[in-house]
């Protein structure tokens, strides 16, 4: 059972993500792959992104996130 105020509680969670890199959280974040092994889609934010795409061939973007 969950009642209204906690449901509100539970979106207001929700409307942020850690970033991957910088375990930071952000209400807007990059889903991308950048490592080979790695086969789940991660999200990084916005500052972090240039660093892992720069000469990074494994780089692949999958939409844009936001809470
Ligand atoms: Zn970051």
Redesign the pocket.
């Known amino acids: 059972m969950v009642n209204s105020s906690q449901r509100i509680f539970y979106s207001i969670l929700m409307r942020k993500k850690d970033?991957?890199?910088?375990?930071?959280s952000?209400s807007k974040l990059y889903r991308v792959r950048y490592i080979k092994s790695v086969k789940n889609w991660v999200f990084?934010?916005e500052?972090?992104v240039p660093e892992v795409k720069q000469d990074n061939k494994f780089y692949k973007y999958g939409g844009t996130w936001k809470g």
Request: proline fraction near 0%; charge should be positive; aromatic fraction near 10%.
């Open positions: 970033c991957e890199r910088c375990k930071n952000f990084i934010c500052s972090c």
